[in-house]
């Protein structure tokens, strides 16, 4: 009885969000987020009926699209700034942070509504800020989850912040179509810095605040990373890097950097890498969501088992090492009735 009248508020839950409320799917969007242990199972089933609905209906995909580069760069202004172009061209506009150091930090330094004022009042726009909790077995099998939802309330493009910190590009390219590296101006030298591996995830590199004061320094920087970018090996073959100057505050070169953007877009689709990169997606999707539910019931497991508390006292007393304790533990998790 409880599970059917669950199911049937879950599917008025998701008509909803279909129909475009914004509430219920930053309500829902929280139920993910949620670490209490009690909202894994509505959660989970909340996703389930949110993916058999769109699996059921043909769309267009959302293109998901990462913006990433190092702190106060001007990603948000960037965003804010090409948000506004794509709803001139009729998109609607999701946009989501992910801060990849919020385990560190606890808190949420990204998705600044206030850097995106123009954009945060626009109809069909819907602007998540980064969750400032710690999400359970990291944030990124969540922000997936979360782009489904968006994807179920209609949004055509989703807009992703995330800070570069060196290895956190990786998982956000493993989660995007499209990757765009946002450069700040600055000398040769401080260029030579930006790892090779780093610049090898862009599909797009931009030099932003080419204006006033810093424009010249970051022409300087675009001719650099120009003859840089010529020695990237992209996966999508026959692709040069394209490399452009932008300013987010002025809003300049935001309509080309978009057609950059778009033609990768539309020869990543030519050449089937488009439904390549999904396919890994996928399979990085269901690699993190299996870790999570696996930390879930480890989790679960330290709160009831007896036999942790007898390995702990056991290692405490010297009686086994660390190591055969933590796997002693673990087997005995598989081989549980
Ligand atoms: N001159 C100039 N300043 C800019 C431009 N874009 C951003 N800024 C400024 O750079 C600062 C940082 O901008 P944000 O958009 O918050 O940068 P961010 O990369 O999102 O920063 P974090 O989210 O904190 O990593 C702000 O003071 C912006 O006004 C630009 O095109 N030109
Ligand atoms: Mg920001």
Same mark, same amino acid.
């Given at each position: 009885?409880?599970?059917?009248?669950?199911?049937?508020?879950?599917?008025?839950w998701i008509?909803?969000?279909?129909?475009?409320?914004?509430?219920?799917?930053?309500?829902?969007?929280?139920?993910?987020?949620?670490?209490r242990?009690?909202d894994?199972?509505?959660?989970g089933?909340?996703?389930?009926?949110?993916?058999?609905?769109?699996?059921?209906?043909?769309r267009?995909p959302?293109?998901?699209i990462?913006i990433?580069?190092p702190?106060?760069?001007? #990603?948000?202004?960037?965003?804010?700034?090409l948000?506004?172009?794509?709803l001139?061209?009729? =998109?609607?506009?999701?946009?989501?942070?992910?801060?990849?150091?919020?385990?560190?930090?606890?808190g949420?330094?990204?998705?600044?509504?206030?850097?995106? #004022?123009?954009?945060?009042?626009?109809p069909?726009?819907?602007?998540?800020?980064?969750?400032?909790?710690?999400?359970?077995?990291?944030?990124?099998h969540?922000?997936?989850?979360?782009?489904?939802?968006?994807?179920?309330?209609?949004?055509?493009?989703?807009?992703?912040?995330?800070?570069? $910190?060196?290895?956190?590009?990786g998982?956000?390219?493993?989660?995007?179509?499209?990757?765009?590296? &946002?450069n700040?101006p600055?000398?040769g030298?401080e260029?030579q810095?930006?790892k090779?591996?780093?610049?090898?995830?862009?599909?797009?590199?931009?030099?932003?605040?080419?204006?006033?004061?810093?424009?010249? &320094?970051a022409?300087?920087t675009?001719?650099?990373?120009?003859?840089?970018?010529?020695?990237?090996?992209?996966?999508l073959?026959?692709?040069q890097?394209?490399?452009?100057?932008?300013?987010?505050?002025?809003?300049?070169? $935001?309509?080309?950097?978009?057609?950059?953007?778009?033609?990768?877009?539309?020869?990543?689709?030519?050449e089937?890498?488009?439904e390549?990169k999904?396919?890994?997606q996928?399979? =990085?999707?269901?690699?993190?969501?299996?870790?999570?539910?696996?930390?879930?019931?480890?989790?679960?497991?330290?709160?009831?088992?007896?036999?942790?508390?007898a390995?702990?006292k056991? $290692?405490?007393?010297?009686?086994?090492?660390?190591?055969?304790?933590?796997?002693?533990?673990?087997?005995?998790?598989?081989?549980?009735?």
């Amino acid at each position: 009885m409880k599970e059917s009248s669950d199911h049937t508020s879950i599917s008025e839950w998701i008509n909803s969000i279909e129909n475009g409320q914004i509430r219920s799917l930053s309500r829902a969007i929280t139920l993910l987020e949620s670490t209490r242990t009690e909202d894994t199972h509505r959660a989970g089933n909340l996703l389930k009926e949110s993916l058999a609905r769109l699996s059921a209906t043909e769309r267009a995909p959302t293109i998901r699209i990462g913006i990433s580069g190092p702190p106060g760069v001007g #990603k948000s202004s960037y965003i804010e700034s090409l948000g506004m172009h794509l709803l001139s061209l009729g =998109h609607r506009v999701c946009v989501l942070a992910i801060d990849p150091s919020s385990q560190l930090s606890g808190g949420s330094i990204l998705g600044d509504k206030t850097r995106m #004022k123009r954009l945060s009042t626009q109809p069909n726009t819907f602007i998540r800020p980064s969750p400032s909790q710690q999400i359970l077995g990291g944030v990124t099998h969540a922000t997936q989850s979360i782009m489904s939802l968006c994807e179920l309330a209609g949004y055509s493009i989703i807009l992703i912040e995330t800070v570069g $910190i060196g290895q956190s590009e990786g998982a956000v390219a493993d989660m995007v179509d499209c990757f765009v590296l &946002l450069n700040q101006p600055g000398s040769g030298d401080e260029l030579q810095g930006i790892k090779r591996g780093v610049l090898e995830f862009a599909d797009v590199l931009l030099v932003n605040k080419m204006d006033g004061m810093t424009k010249s &320094l970051a022409q300087q920087t675009l001719q650099s990373l120009r003859s840089t970018s010529q020695l990237i090996n992209h996966s999508l073959k026959n692709y040069q890097v394209p490399t452009l100057g932008v300013s987010s505050t002025q809003d300049i070169g $935001i309509t080309e950097s978009w057609q950059a953007v778009t033609k990768f877009l539309e020869q990543a689709v030519a050449e089937g890498f488009f439904e390549h990169k999904r396919k890994l997606q996928q399979e =990085h999707w269901f690699q993190k969501l299996s870790e999570y539910y696996w930390l879930h019931y480890l989790q679960a497991a330290r709160h009831t088992s007896s036999f942790r508390n007898a390995l702990i006292k056991e $290692i405490q007393s010297g009686k086994k090492n660390v190591i055969e304790a933590a796997q002693e533990f673990s087997r005995s998790l598989f081989n549980k009735e």
